[in-house]
């Protein structure tokens, strides 16, 4: 949420009324637009359509037995959509997929892909002006 707002401290919240919700400046935004750079290139397999899409995969192994399990995952994404002013945070996980030796990038971003093409329609059709070209 820090990268998505442009180097400021939020408190996230699940639903959000139009106001300016900036903390205080953590990071630069040298520093914040060169980290949206390298996390566009992490998701540029999968564009949504008029948006500028960034994010970061994650793969960890789980707890077996007080081991780490060699074929048990969870994978995740957690992804920015930008255009503009309108900015969304998305986060996905999937724990224990049926298929093993996968990599987040197979399994998480194309949720997230799913949900953010569909998030940009509702907000388009819910009055978010400028979302679809």
Known sequence: CIIANGGYDIKPTLLQK????KGRRLYGTES???????MQQVAERYPVRGMRVMGKTGTARCIVD?????KIHQYSFIGIIEKGDYRRVIVTFV???????????DVAVPIFHTIAQRLVVHDALHGAANLID
């Open 32 to 38: 914040i637009n060169g980290i949206k750079t390298i």
């Open 66 to 70: 007080g081991k780490y399990s060699t």
């Open 95 to 105: 724990k224990q997929p049926e298929k093993s030796s996968l990599w987040a990038s």
């Open 18 to 21: 139009d106001t300016d919700r």
